[in-house]
């Protein structure tokens, strides 16, 4: 089992440039995530969704948009990228929403807007 | 806002040492989960405890947990190179009810165990 894969690992965008981070689990979990995490903090949550066919916001969901597009895939996309935008993201998958599960994490997609 | 702070915020450490990581929170729990990341990793799941636990082991590692004060702390005994990492605690967001039951996670405490 691969668990969550991510893509890409690296990416350099200029201002204003669109682009998706993908996300997918092999784990037939119900739950998907997307957080970001800067230096010095800790991992902030950006989207998340319950379960396949429901998204929602979390703590920092302005600039960014999801999709889960099926119990596998979970998608970030920046529509408009701006330099407060770098940073680290992790996409993360849990059997369920509840706090009792444990969350398993993607290695990470580290993105420089420029 | 984060709803867990580590401290501290760096330790060094001699291999064999034990490190204890201190997590503080601020509004009620049903569960407290710590998770380490290794240097370019994702986050790894540590040890759950429950907000009726007050201590729970898992092999090098001991957890404890005061909900009076808000408090849990994580122990590594027998520390080894290995262990070099960061570490965070991850709260449910009980009472915070924009976030319902998801994690949310402090700023992580960042351990380096020399050899």
């Known amino acids: 089992n691969a668990g969550v894969t991510q893509t890409p690992k690296f990416q350099v965008l200029k201002t204003g440039q669109s682009m998706t981070l993908q996300c997918a689990q092999d784990m037939n979990h119900n739950s998907m995530y997307w957080y970001r995490q800067d230096p010095g903090m800790g991992l902030r949550l950006i989207y998340y969704?319950?379960?396949?066919?429901?998204?929602d916001k979390g703590e920092v969901p302005n600039g960014y948009n999801v999709s889960r597009l099926n119990k596998r895939e979970f998608s970030l996309r920046l529509e408009s990228a701006a330099p407060s935008q770098t940073s680290v993201y992790f996409c993360?998958?849990?059997?369920?929403?509840?706090?009792?599960?444990?969350?398993?994490f993607g290695p990470g997609t580290r993105l420089t807007v420029l | 806002s984060q709803q867990g702070e580590e401290d501290p915020q760096a330790l060094s450490i001699q291999e064999g040492e034990n490190a204890t990581m201190n997590c503080s929170y601020k509004?009620?729990?049903?569960?407290l989960q710590w998770y380490r990341q290794n240097s370019g990793r994702g986050l790894v799941h540590l040890i759950l405890?429950?907000?009726?636990?007050r201590e729970k082991h898992s092999g090098r590692l001991r957890v404890t947990l005061d909900t009076s004060k808000k408090s849990s702390s994580l122990l590594i005994t027998a520390s080894r190179a290995a262990d070099t990492a960061s570490y965070f605690c991850?709260?449910?967001?009980?009472?915070?009810?924009?976030?319902?039951?998801?994690?949310?996670f402090g700023a992580g405490t960042i351990l380096r165990v020399k050899s």
């Open positions: 993360a998958s849990s059997e369920s929403g509840k706090s009792y599960n444990e969350q398993f």
């Open positions: 991850a709260t449910d967001a009980w009472g915070w009810s924009e976030y319902g039951n998801k994690l949310v």
């Open positions: 969704s319950a379960s396949e066919g429901t998204t």
């Open positions: 509004t009620s729990i049903n569960n």
């Open positions: 405890i429950r907000s009726n636990e």
